[in-house]
């Protein structure tokens, strides 16, 4: 297993478009935080706020982008490049190969991501108070359980496609769903049944891509207040609402995986 996962991150850490991605998410990062910075006296906004709501932006649309990509062309690459059953061939399960590679893959897209807050992270320990730095971790933490998502759904993705233009086309049309038509969705669907806002935001929050919004933004404001209404009673009513916003992320992790073990096993390769 540790050979696989070592494999894995190397190869992805070779992968150009992954090194593009750290670079992309360095320089944005960087300059979301020197740009947020320099409009707070004005607009009266507290530091780590305003820059969180950039950064948790950022990280919404790039994250699940990368990480899905990633995850999708993991399989389905290896298999039309032959290298697939060389493998098998070894003394591995299919099990194996697929942890290693979610492993490898999660761990490689984490440190990209890690790198890019990161070089803000320093710029921004030098303007914001030390109290607020755990919670800019946290943020870092909840970007790479979105990474694992998006990786973990690929795999199953790459495993169910016949090539590698269906695997990206497939995650493509997913990323879009996530970030933007599913929102529409809900919005549609509660202007047609008049749901309620507790409803509402249940629904939203099966997204996982939504739900690891939320936990960044209860780091900075528990009430959830910036969500108005829904956010402030979704606060009051849904008991531990942390957890149970992490529980979604973590099921959107282990259901494709457990799902791409079983097909894995059945597949002929």
Avoid: H
Avoid at 10 to 20: A, Q
Avoid at 178 to 200: E, H, K, P, Q
Avoid at 206 to 213: G, I
């Amino acid at each position: 297993m540790f050979i696989l996962i070592k494999k894995e991150l190397s190869d992805s850490l070779r992968n150009k478009w992954l090194t593009s991605y750290a670079v992309m998410y360095m320089l944005i990062a960087l300059g979301l935080s020197y740009f947020s910075l320099l409009g707070i006296s004005g607009l009266g906004l507290k530091a780590l706020g305003r820059i969180t709501a950039s950064l948790i932006n950022l990280t919404i649309f790039l994250t699940p982008l990368a990480s899905l990509m990633l995850g999708a062309t993991s399989i389905v690459s290896e298999r039309e490049a032959g290298s697939l059953e060389w493998l098998l061939s070894q003394p591995v399960s299919r099990r194996s190969v697929i942890l290693g590679k979610f492993l490898g893959l999660t761990l490689a897209i984490s440190i990209a991501t890690a790198l890019g807050y990161g070089f803000a992270g320093l710029f921004l320990s030098m303007q914001l108070p030390s109290e607020d730095l755990p919670k800019y971790l946290g943020l870092i933490l909840i970007s790479s359980a979105l990474a694992a998502v998006g990786v973990a759904i690929g795999i199953f993705v790459s495993i169910t496609s016949r090539g590698r233009f269906e695997a990206l086309a497939t995650s493509l049309l997913l990323w879009l769903t996530w970030v933007i038509i599913y929102d529409l969705l809900v919005m549609g669907a509660s202007i047609a049944f008049g749901l309620t806002y507790l409803t509402i935001f249940l629904l939203l929050v099966l997204n996982p891509v939504e739900s690891s919004r939320l936990l960044m933004a209860y780091i900075i404001d528990p009430t959830l207040s910036f969500l108005g209404l829904t956010g402030m009673l979704a606060a009051r009513e849904i008991e531990n609402l942390p957890l149970f916003l992490a529980s979604v992320v973590f099921a959107w992790c282990l259901l494709p995986l457990i799902a791409s073990f079983k097909l894995f096993e059945k597949k002929d390769v």
